[in-house]
């Protein structure tokens, strides 16, 4: 199993590839959801192996069921053997009960994992473009700060992605993103006729926004669309596995 680190988070975490697991084609082989048609055994097979590279109980593993929302909730302690459910309909967790690993589901999304060296608490993100556009993480840097920190204890790391290299976009979305972010976080590739989007540019400026300094964010430059690691709803057309990222709590005083 390969799992991405960022040397930014002291919690432990990681961004996984898709190796490591037993689902066979199309979603070979780590792939943590059965939302995208693979079978139940498989996913929680992968969730267990997972569990042991994060070393937590597999019970200690909270998801959310993902909507392209804005809501962010919080995760209390678990462990156990039994794979769980996910908490509820949100885009974004957070925990601080040492032990629990909180993540979210990603093929082309950006999953960010989020450290606070205050409180030791910890949070997860999915940001797709309409959670990147509605600042999700903004909301995720609210609610870790309404829990007793402060934007410049937090560490950020954007995990592997769709880049701008293959982020095509049309219609009215390079114009709300430019109007949102400023006109960089559109680039126009010479000799075509779509636009491409920068999500984890997009990112990096609602975190300055929200009082991050850029030293405290670290970007992971791979595309999971080029990169035949990772699984990429846009290159296999939606055929295809959900990576689990997570980030795991272990108290202020481990950090």
């Known amino acids: 199993m390969e799992l991405i680190t960022s040397s930014l988070l002291r919690s432990p975490h990681g961004f996984p590839t898709r190796a490591g ?28 192996r997972l569990a042991r590279a994060a070393k937590v109980e597999v019970g200690a593993l909270a998801t959310v069921s993902q909507v392209h929302g804005l809501v962010m909730l919080r995760a209390p302690g678990g462990g156990g ?6 908490l509820g309909e949100a885009d974004a967790i957070w925990t601080s009960a040492p032990g629990v ?31 990147v556009i509605g600042k999700l993480v903004q909301v995720a840097v609210t609610t ?6 402060t934007p410049d204890q937090l560490r950020v790391a ?15 979305l390079p114009t709300r993103f430019s ?16 636009a491409h989007l920068d999500l984890p540019w997009a990112l990096g400026r609602t975190l300055e926004a929200a009082g991050i300094a850029a030293s405290n964010v670290d970007v992971r430059p791979e595309c ?16 295809t596995g959900r990576h689990l990222s997570f980030i795991t709590c272990v108290g202020a005083s481990a950090l």
Do not use: M, Y
């Open 224 to 239: 999971t669309r080029c990169d035949a690691r990772f699984f990429s709803h846009r290159r296999d057309r939606g055929l």
């Open 81 to 86: 053997e039994q794979v769980v459910p996910p």
């Open 158 to 172: 954007v995990g592997p992605c769709i880049q701008r290299c293959c982020f095509e976009v049309d219609g009215d």
């Open 144 to 149: 870790l700060c309404a829990a007793g920190t």
């Open 101 to 131: 690993a909180v993540g979210v589901k990603t093929a082309d999304c950006v999953p960010v994992l989020i450290e606070d060296r205050r409180t030791g608490a910890v949070a997860a993100v999915h940001a797709g473009w309409r959670g």
């Open 21 to 48: 697991g037993v689902s066979v084609a199309p979603f070979e082989s780590l792939n943590t959801s059965t939302a995208s048609g693979d079978e139940q055994a498989h996913v929680h097979e992968n969730l267990r």
């Open 179 to 194: 109007e949102a972010f400023g006109a960089q976080v559109v680039v126009r590739p010479e000799g075509k006729a779509k």
